[in-house]
């Protein structure tokens, strides 16, 4: 079974950095695009940061020039470097990845999210 698994998260100062990583584990084939969402206390969750499997990025307007995505295709995984942090930034970050094929079964995962990692910036 695929699943998502995310690390990276943590304690950090306001201008300060961090890098999220989030990897596919299990048999897979390919993954459509991966990306990163945010849920800040008393708000709805949003979108982050997107990539393709051909490298197509979007980004939320909020962090352009601070976030950049990326992702490892051969490992399945995914990466947000987070720079010049704010602390509106602070939020639960959720990793999600889209039409997920397995390699023996074929089976097709339209929609997979991770477990959550928090991130606080302090000012």
């Known amino acids: 079974q695929v699943q998502l698994v995310e690390s990276g998260g943590g304690l950090v100062q306001s201008g300060g950095s961090l890098t999220l990583s989030c990897a596919a584990s299990?048999?897979?084939?390919?993954?459509?695009?991966m990306g990163w969402y945010r849920r800040a206390p008393g708000k709805q969750r949003e979108l982050v940061a997107t990539i393709t499997r051909g490298g197509n990025m979007n980004y939320v307007d909020s962090v352009k020039g601070r976030f950049f995505i990326s992702r490892d295709n051969a490992k399945n995984t995914v990466y947000l470097q987070m720079n010049s942090l704010k602390p509106e930034d602070t939020a639960v970050y959720y990793c999600?990845?889209?039409?997920?094929?397995?390699?023996?079964?074929?089976?097709?995962?339209?929609?997979?999210w991770g477990q959550g990692t928090q991130v606080t910036v302090s000012s």
């Open positions: 999600n990845a889209r039409d997920i094929v397995e390699i023996t079964t074929h089976r097709l995962t339209t929609e997979l």
């Open positions: 299990g048999s897979i084939f390919s993954i459509t695009a």
